[in-house]
C-alpha cells in the first residue's frame, strides 16, 4: 500500500506569510497528487489535482509542485480565511486512495 | 450543478451493520466513480471506497473485509454498509464525486463534489 506523510502536521503563521507544505508518497506516484482543504466544521475542498492544476475558483495563491514521491503545496500570501487543515491524497492506485495526515495551519 | 446528500441511522449498536445512502440530484450517476470517506472526531481523512455507476468496485484494503459499497442507478443513490460496527467506526462519514481529466499522457481522478457528511456514533 502507498502511504503518504504530510509535514509539519501543524505551523503557526500570520496574514501575508508564505507557507508551505510537504507531502511524501512511500513511493512513486509520477504526478498523481490531489490537495484538499478543510476548515474547521466544513467538508473538504478540492484545491489542486495533479500535483498543479488548479480546481476552478480556487485563487492563485495556491500553487502545487512536485514529482514522483515529494510534493509541495504553497500558499504565497496566507490569507484568514486560509487558516485551515490541509490534506494530501494520492490518485496513483486506480483511481484514488489514500490521504495523508493532514496538515493543520494556524494562527 | 450536482449535489450529494448521505442519509442514514446516526446511533449504530456494535456490532450491528452500519449502513448509509448518498443520494445523487442535479445530474445523473453515470459516468462516474462514487466514493465513501470518513473522518474520527479530531482526527484526519480516511478513504473507504469507491464504486463506479456500472457496479465495479474498490475498497481500503484496512477495511475491505467489512465493507461493502453498492450502486442504484434507477435512483441515482449509491450505498455503504460496513459490518460489525465497533466504537473505532465513530466518525463523520462523506460520500463524494470522483470526477476525472485526461491528458495524452495522464488520467488525473480526483474528489471535486461532497455530501455535507453524516456523523454516526457506534455505541451500545
Known amino acids: ?107 | 450543478q450536482v449535489q450529494l446528500q448521505e442519509s442514514g441511522p446516526g446511533l449504530v449498536k456494535p456490532p450491528e451493520t452500519l449502513s448509509l445512502t448518498c443520494s445523487v440530484s442535479g445530474g445523473s450517476i453515470s459516468t462516474y466513480y462514487w466514493s465513501w470517506i470518513r473522518q474520527p472526531p479530531g482526527k484526519g481523512l480516511e478513504w473507504i471506497g469507491y464504486v463506479y455507476y456500472s457496479g465495479s468496485t474498490n475498497y481500503n484494503p484496512s477495511l475491505e473485509s467489512r465493507v461493502t459499497i453498492s450502486v442504484d442507478t434507477s435512483k441515482n443513490q449509491f450505498s455503504l454498509k460496513l459490518t460489525s460496527a465497533t466504537a473505532a467506526d465513530t466518525a463523520v462519514y462523506f460520500c463524494a464525486r470522483i470526477n476525472h481529466v485526461v491528458t495524452p499522457t495522464y488520467y488525473y481522478y480526483y474528489m471535486d463534489v461532497w455530501g455535507k457528511g453524516t456523523t454516526v456514533t457506534v455505541s451500545s
Not at chain 1, 34 to 44: A, D, F, L, S, T
Not at chain 1, 48 to 56: A, K
Not at chain 1, 76 to 83: A, T
Request: hydrophobic content about 25%; charged content about 15%.
Open chain 1, 1 to 107: 500500500d502507498i502511504q503518504m506523510t504530510q509535514s509539519p502536521s501543524s505551523l503557526s503563521a500570520s496574514v501575508g506569510d508564505r507557507v508551505t507544505i510537504t507531502c511524501r508518497a512511500s513511493q512513486s506516484i509520477r504526478s498523481y497528487l490531489n490537495w484538499y482543504q478543510q476548515r474547521p466544521g466544513k467538508v473538504p475542498k478540492l484545491l489542486i489535482y495533479g500535483t498543479s492544476t488548479l480546481q476552478s475558483g480556487v485563487p492563485s495563491r495556491f500553487s502545487g509542485s512536485g514529482s514522483g514521491t515529494d510534493f509541495t503545496l504553497t500558499i504565497s500570501s496566507l490569507q484568514p480565511e486560509d487558516f485551515a487543515t490541509y490534506y494530501c491524497q494520492q490518485s496513483y492506485s486506480t483511481p484514488l486512495g489514500t490521504f495523508g495526515q493532514g496538515t493543520k495551519v494556524e494562527i
